[in-house]
């Protein structure tokens, strides 16, 4: 039974598309994260929800927009897909901010 | 600015042997040090975390060192296997709930 999924797990589409990312968590927690992995590995945070409400909004293009419908949904639309953004890009979720946070499979952009 | 630095970028030991892993960071307000495993193509798991009113914790192979006065925090891994070969990340959380992670170490256990 899966804690944290995302969907889609690989997204291959062009420059200028919008897409979007769907996650969900089913651990009853009240805060959800996105977070960007580049080539690198370096994990960054983009995004926080806690209870609905964002509490993180790092310095991310706008193109970029988080949509929490409830606090077991969170999902990442971005416009204008550039090749910068390309990376794998992981939901979390966490009882309390900041603390333990769950990863889910993460989904893997490729911008051609 | 990078805020917690991690090192080595990556590590190699021979099974049986104790891996070490190194973080350091300058923002006292940091209250929450997790270390974070991940396989390739998977998404990072929480393997250990501790508090900086810990000096050390442990969980099975794995444990936390923590010096606050140093404000450096290490990971061991004792008795080190091949299935431990995986990318290792520090982190700390802010009072911003923000976590900060380590640029990640790759580690490589040989059979």
């Known amino acids: 039974d899966t804690a944290v999924s995302q969907t889609p797990k690989y997204l291959v589409t062009q420059m200028g598309n919008d897409k979007s990312i769907k996650c969900e968590q089913n651990l009853g927690h009240d805060t959800m994260y996105w977070y960007k992995q580049d080539s690198k590995k370096f994990l960054k945070i983009m995004f926080s929800?806690?209870?609905?409400?964002?509490?993180i909004n790092e310095t991310v293009p706008n193109r970029f927009s988080p949509k929490s419908p409830d606090k077991a949904h969170l999902n990442l639309h971005i416009n204008s897909l550039e090749l910068g953004d390309s990376a794998v890009y992981f939901c979390?979720?966490?009882?309390?901010?900041?603390?333990?946070?769950?990863f889910g499979p993460g989904t893997r952009l490729t911008v051609t | 600015q990078q805020q917690v630095k991690q090192s080595p970028q990556s590590l190699i030991v021979q099974k049986g042997g104790i891996s070490i892993i190194n973080c350091a960071y300058e923002?006292?307000?940091?209250?929450?040090f997790p270390w974070y495993q991940q396989f390739p193509g998977k998404g990072p798991a929480l393997l250990i975390a501790i508090r900086p009113d810990v000096s050390e914790k442990k969980e099975g192979r794995f444990t936390i060192s923590f010096n606050k006065s140093a404000k450096q925090f290490s990971l061991h891994i004792m008795d080190s296997q091949p299935g431990d070969s995986a990318t290792y990340f520090c982190?700390?959380?802010?009072?911003?709930?923000?976590?900060?992670f380590g640029k990640g170490t790759l580690l490589t256990v040989n059979p």
């Open positions: 982190a700390a959380r802010g009072s911003n709930y923000k976590l900060t």
């Open positions: 929800y806690n209870n609905k409400e964002l509490i």
């Open positions: 923002n006292t307000a940091f209250d929450y």
């Open positions: 979390a979720s966490s009882q309390l901010a900041g603390y333990e946070q769950y």
